[in-house]
């Protein structure tokens, strides 16, 4: 497996992973899937410190990660918010921790300060995920979404560089 900076050509791949969680999980808090075109949007705003990469074997993507604006307030330009998805038929085969600690490094290289993770419906494989990677849960924002006819709480998680 080889990770690497993510390309406009990995959109089509990076939405089939991303739309299977906002159709069929509460783990995002969209209630459609997106686009192609949404999804090559996404990745044109996400380059240089904010980025994405992605895990591939035999040409085919496994997961990715990215690192997006935290807040538009300057103040707030040292915090980076990431994300980190595996395909569903991969998990739990060290996919996740690798691309984490990889987005980690290159927010540590390019400078930011605090990384932070919003987790969606008490999503233990995440929370261990991030914890793994040196992260702690610094709160818990109790019903602020709905799906799926249910209330969503988000986890905080943080890590400082
Ligand atoms: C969270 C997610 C990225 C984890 O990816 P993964 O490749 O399965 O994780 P890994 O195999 O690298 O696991 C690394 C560690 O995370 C923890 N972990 C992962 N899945 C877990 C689970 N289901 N239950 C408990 N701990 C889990 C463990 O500590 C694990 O280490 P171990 O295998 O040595 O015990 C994956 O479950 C996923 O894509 N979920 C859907 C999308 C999502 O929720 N993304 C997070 C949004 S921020």
Redesign the pocket.
């Known amino acids: 497996m080889e990770i690497r900076s993510a390309t406009i050509d990995d959109a089509e791949s990076i939405a089939e992973i991303y739309n299977h969680?906002a159709v069929k999980?509460s783990?995002?808090f969209d209630l459609r899937p997106r686009t192609l075109e949404e999804q090559r949007q996404w990745l044109k705003e996400r380059s240089g410190a904010h980025s994405v990469i992605v895990a591939e074997e035999f040409g085919e993507i496994l997961?990715f990660a990215a690192l997006s604006p935290f807040r538009s307030r300057p103040a707030y330009s040292t915090t980076v918010e990431?994300?980190?998805?595996?395909?569903?038929d991969?998990?739990?085969?060290?996919?996740?921790?690798?691309?984490?600690s990889q987005i980690i490094e290159h927010a540590r290289r390019h400078g930011f300060h605090c990384l932070i993770?919003?987790?969606?419906d008490d999503?233990?494989?995440?929370v261990?995920?991030h914890?793994?990677c040196g992260f702690w849960v610094v709160g818990i924002e109790r019903e602020v979404g709905r799906k799926f006819g249910r209330w969503l709480n988000v986890t905080v998680m943080q890590r400082l560089l």
């Open positions: 969680e999980q783990t995002v997961g990431c994300s980190v998805f595996v395909r569903r991969r998990h739990r085969e060290g996919i996740g921790r690798a691309l984490l993770s919003r987790i969606g999503n233990i494989a995440s261990k995920l914890e793994a």
